[in-house]
């Protein structure tokens, strides 16, 4: 069974620019999380989607936003881009919410 | 958010027994324990959970306290494949009682010696 995948591996952007992120879950999950991975905070969780609706938000602004579609993969979209956007963004998936998660490699993005 | 402690690095010499500790103290009776590990350049991996009785798998064992304020993951024989930043979560259900989200701590460095 194909693991969790995520487009594009390595992003670079200038500030003010905005950025999606793909996330193919694996075959039968229904959920979707996405975290960010920084030096100095560590994993912080985004929002989490399941049945393409949100179902559980962090504390991140509304220039963070996410969406899922019908076959469960999700994007996340970051809208004009700050410095400190720098991180590892990660994606996990799981069969429903609550059951153990699935991480994917996540995408690099480097804002400049 | 419930919250964890856990320590900033562990050693260990490969072969050997490793014993992760965590502290909850404020986990709610909903709260399940989680463990998941992230090797360099890797995402995270699950590694066990449990909610009150110790639990077993073929990756490691997980002992909860009586009182669930703390818990402590084994890895019975280490490996250097074990080196990783090991993240002991709480995981919380939100208020609708429906879902629920994993808060990620600093976590502990596990470095093994060959």
């Known amino acids: 069974k194909a693991g969790v995948t995520q487009t594009p591996r390595y992003l670079i952007k200038t500030r003010g620019q905005q950025v999606t992120l793909s996330c193919s879950p694996i075959s039968g999950h229904r959920s979707v999380s996405w975290y960010q991975q920084t030096p100095g905070q560590g994993l912080q969780f985004l929002f989490e989607?399941?049945?393409?609706?949100?179902?559980n938000k962090g504390n991140f602004p509304g220039r963070f936003s996410g969406r899922q579609f019908s076959n469960s993969r999700s994007e996340m979209n970051v809208s004009t881009l700050e410095l400190g956007d720098s991180a590892l963004y990660l994606c996990a998936s799981s069969l429903v919410s609550g059951t153990n998660k699935f991480f994917g490699p996540g995408t690099r993005l480097t804002v400049l | 958010d419930a919250k964890t402690t856990q320590p900033n690095s562990m050693e260990s010499n490969e072969e050997e027994p490793v014993h992760l500790p965590c502290n909850h103290s404020t986990i709610s009776g909903t709260d399940y324990i989680h463990w998941y590990r992230q090797l360099p350049s890797q995402g995270p991996e699950y590694v066990i959970h449990g909610l009150t009785s110790n639990v077993n798998n073929r990756m490691a064992s997980l002992a909860i306290a009586e009182d669930r304020k703390s818990s402590t993951l084994i890895l019975h024989r280490a490996t250097l494949r074990d080196a990783a930043v090991y993240y002991c979560?709480?995981?919380?259900?939100?208020?609708?009682?429906?879902?629920?989200?994993?808060?990620f701590g600093k976590g502990t460095l596990l470095t093994v010696n060959p």
């Open positions: 989607y399941f049945s393409e609706t949100q179902r």
């Open positions: 979560i709480l995981q919380t259900r939100n208020s609708g009682g429906s879902n629920y989200k994993l808060t």
